[in-house]
């Protein structure tokens, strides 16, 4: 696994390069999700950050990842890819990965109880 820092480092000489970066592993708390918006082709995705110990990333999230993620949930995204979108290294399931829930941020308890 890798940390968000070292997304922007990716270069053609990483060992997961290959006109994209595949093989990916990271995980870290969704921040900034953006408003959803659809392709010409139909498919809808979301631009979010994805923060680890390390620092801060850029994701999308894809399809109904977009319903089942919001800010604040931990998150790690298994098998995905890095593709460089003008200039900005973006961080996603890509094709083979996918994303699993690892946590979801905890509701203020109502005062007194009830």
Not at 59 to 72: A, H, K, M, R, S
């Amino acid at each position: 696994m890798i940390a968000c820092k070292d997304i922007s480092n990716l270069d053609k000489s990483s060992k997961h390069h290959s006109d994209i970066w595949t093989n990916i592993t990271l995980s870290g708390i969704v921040e900034e999700k953006g408003t959803p918006y659809k392709l010409e082709n139909g498919i809808e995705l979301c631009q979010a950050k994805l923060r680890d110990d390390s620092g801060l990333t850029a994701i999308t999230l894809w399809e109904t990842d977009i319903d089942i993620v919001q800010n604040g949930y931990l998150i790690k995204i298994v098998n995905g890819m890095v593709k460089e979108i003008n200039g900005e290294k973006r961080f996603s399931t890509g094709f083979l990965g996918h994303l699993e829930i690892l946590g979801r941020p905890l509701l203020p308890q109502p005062v007194g109880g009830k």
